[in-house]
């Protein structure tokens, strides 16, 4: 896998379709540039976005998570809008949540996923409702209770769409929960998947551009780990 190639293909995202890095996004992009701004800040390589509060005049808090990133890259009253999902959003917005909800949704769409399959849409789902449910949990007793849980829902889920962004969601996820869990193969398999022009399959631009930034991600964190 050429690295920079795949670098290049974000900041030729930002350059091509945000037009002022000066101003918070308030469309739906999936969350793009927010991922663009945490590899920026993983790789120190610059990807021609700014921090929001560099404009403002003082010293950004540092970017430590996907969380930080959005919040340095969207209106904050959008973010319900732009989450799409009132489950993600209560998470980022730090709103009550029932933590039963998120259990038992992953255990049902395990289940389902197991015996007759998901379809893109219900992935997606799956996926989320694990990141939500992790950041539940990062800094409690939580995490290690579901840990299992979600590491299997995350792998059932990659093994059924390897190598594609919603493969490639569930792996960087699984970076954050179990990373002992990832086969080496797989990251091999990901990283030959680097198509010609550095990005990552995808049907759009929007598209390549998400699964481009989940693989160096996934890889960072990864080979941080190893």
């Given at each position: 896998?050429?690295?920079q190639?795949?670098l290049?293909?974000l900041?030729?995202?930002?350059?091509?379709?945000?037009r002022d890095?000066?101003v918070?996004t308030?469309?739906?992009?999936?969350?793009?540039?927010?991922?663009?701004?945490?590899?920026?800040?993983?790789?120190?390589?610059?990807?021609?976005?700014?921090?929001?509060?560099?404009?403002?005049?003082?010293?950004?808090?540092?970017?430590?998570?996907i969380?930080?990133a959005?919040?340095?890259?969207?209106?904050?009253?959008s973010?319900?809008?732009l989450?799409d999902?009132?489950?993600?959003?209560?998470?980022?917005?730090?709103?009550?949540?029932d933590?039963d909800?998120?259990?038992n949704?992953?255990?049902?769409l395990?289940e389902?996923m197991?015996?007759?399959?998901?379809?893109?849409e219900?992935k997606?789902?799956?996926t989320?409702l694990?990141?939500?449910?992790?950041?539940i949990?990062?800094?409690?007793?939580?995490?290690?209770n579901y840990?299992?849980?979600?590491s299997k829902a995350l792998?059932?889920?990659?093994?059924?769409?390897?190598?594609?962004?919603?493969?490639?969601?569930?792996?960087y996820f699984l970076?954050l929960?179990s990373p002992d869990?990832?086969?080496e193969?797989w990251?091999?398999?990901?990283e030959?998947?680097?198509?010609?022009?550095?990005?990552f399959r995808?049907?759009?631009?929007?598209?390549?551009?998400?699964?481009?930034a989940?693989?160096l991600l996934?890889?960072?964190n990864?080979?941080q780990?190893?």
């Amino acid at each position: 896998m050429n690295t920079q190639l795949a670098l290049e293909c974000l900041k030729r995202y930002t350059k091509n379709n945000i037009r002022d890095v000066n101003v918070k996004t308030s469309t739906d992009d999936y969350g793009v540039r927010g991922l663009i701004l945490f590899c920026q800040e993983r790789y120190d390589y610059d990807l021609g976005l700014v921090k929001f509060s560099e404009v403002e005049g003082f010293q950004p808090p540092p970017v430590n998570s996907i969380r930080d990133a959005l919040f340095q890259s969207y209106d904050y009253d959008s973010f319900e809008y732009l989450s799409d999902r009132k489950y993600v959003s209560d998470i980022l917005l730090n709103k009550n949540f029932d933590t039963d909800f998120y259990v038992n949704s992953i255990n049902r769409l395990t289940e389902k996923m197991v015996s007759v399959g998901l379809d893109l849409e219900e992935k997606y789902e799956l996926t989320h409702l694990c990141w939500s449910l992790y950041m539940i949990g990062v800094d409690n007793h939580i995490l290690r209770n579901y840990k299992d849980l979600m590491s299997k829902a995350l792998i059932t889920v990659y093994l059924s769409s390897p190598n594609t962004d919603v493969g490639t969601e569930s792996l960087y996820f699984l970076t954050l929960i179990s990373p002992d869990m990832i086969k080496e193969d797989w990251i091999m398999s990901l990283e030959q998947s680097q198509e010609e022009n550095g990005c990552f399959r995808g049907i759009t631009e929007l598209q390549q551009t998400h699964h481009t930034a989940l693989v160096l991600l996934t890889l960072w964190n990864y080979y941080q780990e190893n």
